[in-house]
């Protein structure tokens, strides 16, 4: 049974979306209605998901989740709020958010999005998907979500961030379309999935930047391309 953390300070809602979680969805649900009590609950347990009110008293679900990050980088979090402003959105994936919902919502809308978000994070058979990349100087190991540099230094990634990169190295020196990376990883190509999509590689150009035959590319028009200068890196 999966288990999930919900952050909710309307008693009522909370109460609610618990009942339902459990009853249709058949979770686990943690109710906290805090953000402190929230962190509280996240540091001592372990969840497979998180389910955060964004205007919450003591602290926001926006400083909760990038404190959750901290502790975790690959737990799928959704956001939930009122607020259907476009920073905000943004905000909520530049935080590291996988999802974001806007009150009032259906139930069945809200598992949909759990089921899509658990089924993305769960393992996936290496038979199916290439585990291993080498990337210049890196080893990418994407089944463990960890970059590791030629000093033996690991960096862990998110799930999404572990998606796009594996993408991208499938198809190294060759073009990876916007299109085809937001329907595979996101399910949707829209403005948002982009904005955020955007994020996740100007993250993932960080934990490159080391290693100069190493470059991410924008293609007009088209996407991305990975390209690795081999000749360079094995200087």
Not at 211 to 224: A, F, L, Q, T
Request: aromatic residues 8%; contains cysteine; neutral net charge.
């Amino acid at each position: 049974m999966k288990k999930i953390l919900l952050v909710e300070d309307d008693p009522n809602l909370g109460a609610l979306l618990q009942d339902h979680l459990e009853l249709k969805g058949k979770f686990k649900v943690v109710l906290a209605k805090d953000g402190e009590e929230g962190f509280r609950f996240f540091a001592k347990e372990t969840f497979d998901l998180c389910i955060l009110d964004v205007m919450m008293p003591k602290k926001d679900g926006f400083t909760l989740g990038r404190e959750i990050r901290k502790l975790n980088p690959q737990v799928p979090i959704i956001f939930a709020t009122a607020k259907g402003m476009m920073e905000d959105k943004v905000q909520a994936f530049t935080l590291g958010g996988d999802d974001y919902i806007t009150k009032p919502f259906r139930i069945e809308e809200l598992l949909l999005r759990i089921q899509a978000l658990l089924k993305r994070a769960a393992p996936q058979e290496k038979n199916d998907i290439p585990g291993r990349f080498e990337i210049g100087s890196y080893t990418f190991d994407y089944t463990v979500q960890i970059i590791t540099n030629k000093s033996g230094q690991q960096q862990k990634v998110s799930t999404k961030e572990a998606e796009l990169l594996r993408m991208l190295c499938m198809r190294k020196n060759e073009v990876l379309t916007r299109e085809e990376a937001l329907l595979t990883i996101w399910h949707d190509d829209n403005y948002f999935n982009g904005r955020s999509m955007d994020v996740f590689l100007s993250k993932i150009r960080k934990y490159l930047r080391d290693d100069p035959s190493v470059e991410i590319v924008n293609v007009h028009g088209k996407g991305y391309k990975l390209l690795v200068n081999d000749s360079l890196s094995a200087e």
